[in-house]
C-alpha cells in the first residue's frame, strides 16, 4: 500500500513521518486527501488519537467533522488544523461497519465536536458512545430514518401520534424552594437573525441554562449540491447560504475547493476581480451586523440602523454593477468569474473609489453614535465573555474568535486569492466580550477598504489585452474517483469550508458545508452563563449569525 508521500517536498514528508510515529500502531491505514494527510483508525481509539494530536502535536483546531455512508461501511472524518497555522492539517478518518454504525465521542477532546457528531447522527445515522447529548440537532425528535443514509425511504410519512408533541414541562410542578424558571425565548425572528429558539433556565433573573435549538430553516443544501454538476450547477447554491450579505464569500469556498480537487489554476486577474468582491461583500456584511446589533441592543432603529442600510446600499449598488444581481450574485465561476467589470470601467472605478473616501468619515459617525454611548457600553463591556481557549475549543473563528484575542485570519494564514500581494492587517481585540467583537468588525470594514481600494489600484493599470476572467475549463468535470479535499476561505463571520469527495462522476459523492456561524453559535451558552436575559440578547447578536448559513 502508498505511503502518499512519494510525491511530498522533504519538509512535509517528515511531517508525515512524525504524524504516523505519533499515531503508531492506532494508526490502521493512510488515506490522504488533497488537502491533508488521513490516518484511518479504530472507532474505539479516536479519543486517544484525538487528544494526542491536541495536546502533543498541536492540532487545536477541529474545524470540520464530516460524516458519510458507502456501499460497505460508515465514515466520520476529523478535519484538524492549527490556530497558528492552519495550513498544517491532518485528518482522521473512522470507518464503522453498516451493521453497528458506532464510534467514540470527539466531544471529551474537542467541545465543538458536540454540535457536530450531533448533525452527524441526524442526518448519517452515526452513534457516538460518550457523546453527552447525542440526538437529533436539525431534524424534529420524531423524524423517522436518517435522510444521508443510503437506506432511508424517501416515501416514508414522517406523521406521529399527538402524545410525541407532548408538553415536556407538563409532568414538572413548582418547587417552593427555587426560584428557577424555563422560558423559551423564540422560536422567533429577532432582527435579521433568523429563525431561533433558545430554551433557558432562569435561577431568580440570571441564566442558569440555555441551548440554543436550531433546525427551523434547514434546506437540504448539501443534499441539493450533491445532486447538481460541479461545472454549471452548484454555484447559484452558495449565496443562499448566508443569504443577506456574504453571496461572493460563500461562492469563492465552493470555488477553492472544486478547483484544488480538479487542479485548475484560476488567473490573476481573475483572482484580482475576486479579491476586490469577496471585500466588497464583507463590508456590507460587517454593516448589516453593525445595525441590527444596535437595534438587539438599544432599540436604536431610527439612527444607526438606517444609517448602516444608507451605507450597505451603497455597496449593493457596486456589487450590482459588477456582478448583475443586488443579492443571489452567481458572479464566480469555476476557474474564475462570469465577466470582467462593468463598462465604462471609469465610471465604476469612480464609484467605488468615492464610497471608499466617504467610509472614514461614517466609520467616526458610527463610533460617535454607538461605540462611545454610555448606554452602549454598560450593555456590552464585561458581558457575553468568550476567553480564547474557550473559542477555540467551540471551533469559533472570524470576528467572534479575534474579538477573544485568537489571531487567526485564513486570508493571511492559509493565502488564497490576492491577499498576500496586498497591504492589510488582521485586527484582534483582547477584551472577550461583546464590545470587543463590535469593534472588531467596525475595524475590519477599514481593513476591507485597503483591500478594495489596493484592487482598484492594480485592475486600472491591468493591461487591456491580458484581462484573461477564467481558466481554460473543461465543460464536465469529473475529479478521480475517490479524491477527497477540504478547503475554506475567510467569510465575514469565519471559516466557511467545504469538503467534497469524488466518486468519479460530474456530481460529489459527498459535499459537506462547514458553516462558521454553526461552530460560533454553540459558544453561546458559555458566553450567557450566571447572566441576565437582555446579555443573552447582545450575545446572540455580537455572534452575527443567520440561520441559514448555520441550517443550510
Not at 97 to 120: G, I, M
Not at 391 to 405: E, I, L, N, Q
Request: proline share 6%; charged share 30%; hydrophobic share 35%.
Amino acid at each position: 500500500m502508498s505511503t502518499g508521500t512519494e510525491s511530498m517536498p522533504e519538509e512535509e514528508t517528515d511531517r508525515v513521518d512524525e504524524l504516523a510515529n505519533l499515531l503508531g500502531s492506532r494508526a490502521l491505514a493512510r488515506d490522504d486527501h488533497v488537502n491533508a494527510p488521513g490516518f484511518v483508525v479504530n472507532p474505539e481509539d479516536v479519543q486517544d488519537v484525538l487528544f494526542d494530536l491536541r495536546e502533543k502535536a498541536g492540532y487545536d483546531h477541529c474545524s470540520c467533522i464530516t460524516a458519510q455512508q458507502y456501499e460497505d461501511r460508515f465514515e466520520t472524518i476529523y478535519h484538524l488544523k492549527k490556530y497558528a497555522d492552519p495550513t498544517d492539517e491532518v485528518s482522521i478518518v473512522v470507518p464503522t461497519p453498516l451493521d453497528y454504525p458506532v464510534s467514540q465521542s470527539a466531544e471529551p477532546v474537542y467541545r465543538t465536536a458536540d454540535w457536530h457528531e450531533r448533525e452527524a447522527y441526524d442526518l448519517v445515522g452515526i452513534e457516538y458512545e460518550d457523546h453527552p447529548d447525542l440526538r437529533r440537532i436539525l431534524l424534529p425528535e420524531t423524524w423517522q430514518g436518517h435522510p444521508l443514509s443510503a437506506g432511508y425511504d424517501q416515501e416514508k410519512p414522517q406523521v406521529v401520534t399527538l402524545s410525541e408533541h407532548a408538553n415536556p414541562l407538563e409532568p414538572d410542578h413548582e418547587d417552593p424552594e427555587s426560584d428557577t424558571m424555563f422560558l423559551n425565548v423564540g422560536p422567533h425572528h429577532p432582527a435579521t437573525h433568523g429563525v431561533l429558539h433558545v430554551k433557558t433556565v432562569l435561577d431568580g433573573e440570571t441564566i442558569a441554562h440555555l441551548e440554543p435549538d436550531i433546525g427551523y430553516l434547514h434546506r437540504c443544501e448539501e443534499q441539493m449540491c450533491q445532486q447538481g454538476t460541479y461545472r454549471h450547477q452548484i454555484m447559484p447554491y452558495p449565496d443562499r447560504w448566508d443569504y443577506v450579505s456574504s453571496g461572493l464569500l460563500n461562492e469563492w469556498a465552493y470555488a477553492r475547493a472544486i478547483e484544488d480537487l480538479a487542479e485548475i489554476e484560476v488567473p490573476e486577474y481573475a483572482q484580482i476581480v475576486r479579491t476586490l468582491g469577496a471585500e466588497l461583500c464583507r463590508i456590507a456584511s460587517h454593516m448589516l451586523a453593525l445595525g441590527t446589533f444596535a437595534l438587539d441592543v438599544y432599540g436604536e432603529f431610527t439612527a444607526t440602523f438606517m444609517y448602516t442600510f444608507r451605507d450597505r446600499e451603497l455597496v449593493q449598488d457596486i456589487l450590482e454593477d459588477l456582478t448583475g444581481q443586488r443579492m443571489m450574485f452567481n458572479y464566480f465561476r469555476v476557474g474564475g468569474v462570469a465577466w470582467d467589470l462593468p463598462e465604462p470601467r471609469e465610471e465604476f472605478f469612480e464609484q467605488t473609489r468615492d464610497f471608499l473616501d466617504e467610509l472614514p468619515a461614517k466609520v467616526a459617525e458610527y463610533n460617535d453614535l454607538i461605540t462611545t454611548n454610555e448606554i452602549f457600553q454598560t450593555r456590552c463591556i464585561d458581558t457575553g465573555v468568550l476567553e480564547p481557549d474557550v473559542a477555540k475549543d467551540y471551533g469559533c473563528t472570524g470576528p467572534v474568535a479575534r474579538g477573544s484575542g485568537v489571531d487567526y485570519d485564513l486570508r493571511r494564514d492559509d493565502p488564497y486569492g490576492y491577499y498576500e500581494n496586498l497591504e492589510w492587517d488582521v485586527v484582534t481585540r483582547d477584551g472577550c466580550d461583546n464590545y470587543a467583537r463590535v469593534l472588531c468588525r467596525m475595524e475590519e470594514v477599514e481593513e476591507s477598504a485597503k483591500i478594495v481600494e489596493q484592487c482598484l489600484d492594480v485592475l486600472e493599470g491591468w493591461p487591456e489585452d491580458d484581462r484573461e476572467v477564467q481558466a481554460n475549463v473543461p465543460r464536465t468535470l469529473k475529479p478521480d474517483a475517490d479524491a477527497e479535499v477540504y478547503r475554506a476561505v475567510e467569510a465575514a463571520k469565519g471559516e466557511l469550508g467545504i469538503y467534497i469527495r469524488s466518486d468519479g462522476t460530474d456530481k460529489p459523492g459527498r459535499f459537506k458545508i462547514r458553516s462558521p456561524c454553526f461552530s460560533n453559535l454553540q459558544a453561546l451558552e458559555e458566553m450567557s452563563q450566571g447572566e441576565y436575559i437582555p446579555d443573552l440578547i447582545a450575545s446572540l447578536g455580537s455572534l452575527d449569525i443567520v440561520l441559514g448559513e448555520v441550517d443550510r
